[in-house]
């Protein structure tokens, strides 16, 4: 092994692995996948048996082009982030998805000792993750793992996902012009609703599927 790549992916490889079996002692089922094609193949299997599918606005789940594909599965899609919505379609969908059969979503940030954290501007898609759909997949990309603890994983959050999603979503925000958080109180501010899932929720199955290459921001 001598190619940059190849010894990128060991140590990401590693850094996945232990974060899975971190996850794992944390109630959660939690699976390693080398790329992003294993992890289409995997959502395809998982979405047989449910009807209605929500997205919960996520690049990593968005860049894997499923929703042509579920669709002509015959399963009902709940995409808020679908274009030419009306707000008050927007809000429909988001609240739909509470109780869907499957909800796709990232995570911004994963501790290597098994901790979810995420960041919403209204919530919607955090609160998902945790409560009232059916099963739960959760996409990691390697990107998204920290080393350390919560505070680690907000300040990835603040630096590397925050900014460019409010660039993404052509926000008035100061981090959407700057590319620094400046913990503003813009009236677009998308940094509202901080959640931190430690252990696997008692009633929700959530599969977390963590992925050695770069997915999403």
Not at 79 to 100: M, V, Y
Request: charged letters at 25%.
């Amino acid at each position: 092994m001598s190619n940059t790549e190849e010894l990128n992916d060991w140590s990401y490889g590693h850094k996945c692995n232990k974060a899975v079996e971190n996850l794992k002692k944390n109630g959660f089922e939690a699976l390693y996948c080398h790329d992003s094609q294993e992890v289409f193949h995997y959502i395809l299997n998982e979405a047989q048996a449910a009807q209605s599918v929500g997205f919960g606005g996520s690049l990593s789940v968005a860049d894997l082009k499923l929703a042509d594909k579920l669709k002509g599965m015959g399963k009902e899609i709940l995409n808020h982030a679908a274009p030419d919505l009306a707000p008050e379609e927007r809000l429909a969908i988001t609240k739909r998805q509470l109780t869907c059969d499957l909800f796709l979503t990232g995570s911004n940030a994963v501790t290597l000792s098994g901790i979810l954290v995420n960041v919403d501007g209204n919530g919607n898609r955090a609160a998902a993750m945790f409560y009232g759909p059916q099963k739960v997949i959760v996409v990691v990309g390697r990107n998204k793992l920290v080393d350390g603890g919560v505070e680690d994983a907000m300040q990835r959050i603040k630096t590397f996902a925050a900014p460019p999603n409010a660039k993404r979503l052509n926000l008035s925000t100061p981090c959407a012009s700057t590319g620094f958080c400046s913990d503003c109180n813009s009236p677009q501010r998308i940094c509202r609703v901080t959640t931190i899932i430690e252990k696997k929720p008692r009633n929700t199955d959530i599969r977390v599927l963590v992925v050695n290459e770069d997915m999403g921001l």
